[in-house]
């Protein structure tokens, strides 16, 4: 943004003397203020200092799916109040504790990283392996330029092969800068190739799921399945298609892959149980044919309605494939709040979700799992955790699963992550969570925002084994849309970290 402005010959000039808000207030006291002053960036003001109806209203205007970059415009601007008297209808006192959350005694406070703390992946402080950030081989740029988008889905695939990889589809950008509907693979080096479209590949049909961002991808016995996401801001889909590309089905019907999309149909005896369309939700397997659908967002807002729960089979019938979902509309649990653009992973035969937004545009750090009962109905329980620091709230983020670690990468919150807070470790055993050391970070750091991140056992590689790295993060795109500069997407787009398991 600075470089943008000095191109045109109109640098900001008190942007690098009063680069924080806590320079402002010094300079609003050296020049006379002397009752008090706060200065809050317009995001905290927005957070904190508007009423739940009038967000509604801003946000109803018009079609808006840019939260993002709302919060990060907001971010770049700030408001200062200074008085020369301490009475009044409100003092600064009063102003400061009700817009900075923190400024008293508010428990959720932003709190500093730890940065001196062991890393969660590592054996142990005499055996911690630092982690390496990895740019994407330079042969590899056309192919990179494929990788250039955000709100794509992602997930792993030839899991027990001596190759897995990623499977990415959809999003917003690749080289033609639009909605995507293409379908690429990352292996575990970072390098990246794309494959032809599906009407292209499946001479018997030219079904292609659309342009899409915002929709899920998820691995299961019979392939990768495609659910939900909009192809415009008003537009959100339920449609659902099966990949079989690169994931083999079972011994029993064929061990040739297939290498085209099909249509899944929705099939439910309650037609409440099938979920609604919608976008930025998450939709995980808790064993290779159950998937569960959570949350995520419609025209009309946070899907909050008996649907947002869904837990469906994926089954094969002759040629075809549907979903039968279970009719768990019955589950009302308030305690765990409706959402969208949290996470999700599979863990142990449960669902771990954390963050996320709220209906009322609260951003969230609640953790909880969803798992059967003794009855074999489902049941939200929240994982507490203990002897360390609150959660922060995360939005736009990417989790993943090593072991029994929750790993969490980028995404937004209260405040702008730093390059030390952008990756933490939930140990999901244990109850405690810290941040995660990250050695040989790019310059300048990548803004990992509407971004995939998928954990590859190394074990799986060509290679295995070097250095004692156990397995490699493939973080993927990245980005978002600057509503005075254009898109802007994370260099490189496809990063590798390597890293110890517990």
Not at 86 to 100: D, F, H, K, N, R
Not at 126 to 149: D, I, N
Not at 337 to 358: I, K, L, P
Not at 423 to 430: G, N, P
Request: overall charge neutral; glycine content about 10%.
């Amino acid at each position: 943004m600075l470089t943008h402005f000095q191109s045109y010959g109109t640098a900001l000039k008190t942007v690098q003397r009063y680069p924080t808000t806590h320079a402002h207030e010094a300079r609003l006291r050296a020049t006379g203020w002397t009752g008090g002053e706060v200065t809050v960036d317009l995001d905290t003001f927005f957070q904190h200092g508007i009423d739940v109806d009038e967000k509604h209203r801003v946000f109803s205007l018009e079609p808006f799916d840019e939260l993002e970059e709302h919060v990060l415009k907001c971010m770049h601007y700030g408001l200062s109040l200074a008085v020369v008297t301490t009475t009044g209808p409100l003092t600064i006192a009063q102003w400061s504790t009700a817009l900075v959350p923190g400024s008293s005694t508010d428990s959720s406070a932003p709190r500093k990283p730890i940065e001196t703390a062991a890393s969660a992946m590592s054996v142990n402080d005499e055996t911690r392996t630092p982690h390496r950030l990895c740019h994407t081989p330079q042969g590899q740029q056309k192919h990179s330029a494929v990788a250039r988008r955000w709100n794509h889905a992602s997930a792993l695939i030839d899991e027990s092969s001596d190759s897995p990889s990623v499977a990415c589809f959809g999003g917003y950008g690749g080289e033609k800068q639009s909605r995507c509907h293409d379908m690429f693979f990352v292996d575990a080096n970072g390098d990246t190739s794309a494959v032809k479209t599906s009407h292209q590949l499946n001479t018997t049909s030219s079904i292609c799921p659309s342009a899409s961002v915002g929709c899920t991808l998820t691995a299961t016995r019979y392939g990768l399945l495609l659910f939900g996401g909009r192809t415009s801001p008003v537009k959100p889909t339920n449609d659902m298609f099966l990949w079989g590309g690169h994931c083999r089905t079972q011994p029993h019907e064929s061990n040739a892959p297939v290498r085209a999309w099909e249509p899944v149909e929705h099939a439910a005896t309650d037609a409440a149980g099938v979920p609604s369309a919608r976008w930025r939700h998450t939709a995980v397997a808790l064993d290779r044919d159950v998937v569960v659908v959570f949350g995520g967002r419609d025209a009309a807002g946070v899907v909050a309605d008996a649907t947002t729960l869904a837990v469906g089979r994926l089954q094969r019938v002759g040629v075809g494939a549907m979903v039968v979902w279970d009719a768990t509309h019955g589950i009302r649990d308030t305690s765990f709040r409706a959402r969208h653009s949290h996470t999700a992973v599979s863990w142990q035969g449960r669902m771990v979700v954390y963050g996320g937004v709220a209906a009322d545009h609260t951003r969230l750090a609640d953790l909880a799992v969803l798992e059967r009962t003794d009855t074999a109905a489902w049941a939200w329980r929240a994982l507490h955790l203990e002897g360390c620091p609150a959660l922060p709230p995360r939005f736009a983020h990417a989790s993943t699963v090593v072991g029994d670690t929750m790993l969490v990468v980028g995404g937004l919150g209260g405040t702008l992550p730093s390059p030390v807070e952008q990756i933490l470790a939930i140990d999901l055993a244990h109850g405690n969570w810290r941040y995660v050391t990250v050695v040989d970070y790019p310059t300048p750091p990548p803004m990992w925002i509407r971004h995939s991140v998928t954990a590859v056992p190394v074990e799986r590689c060509a290679g295995k084994g070097n250095d004692g790295v156990t397995y490699k993060l493939v973080i993927v795109g990245g980005g978002g849309n600057c509503f005075t500069f254009g898109a802007f997407h994370n260099r490189p787009s496809v990063s590798v970290l390597e890293g110890r398991a517990l």
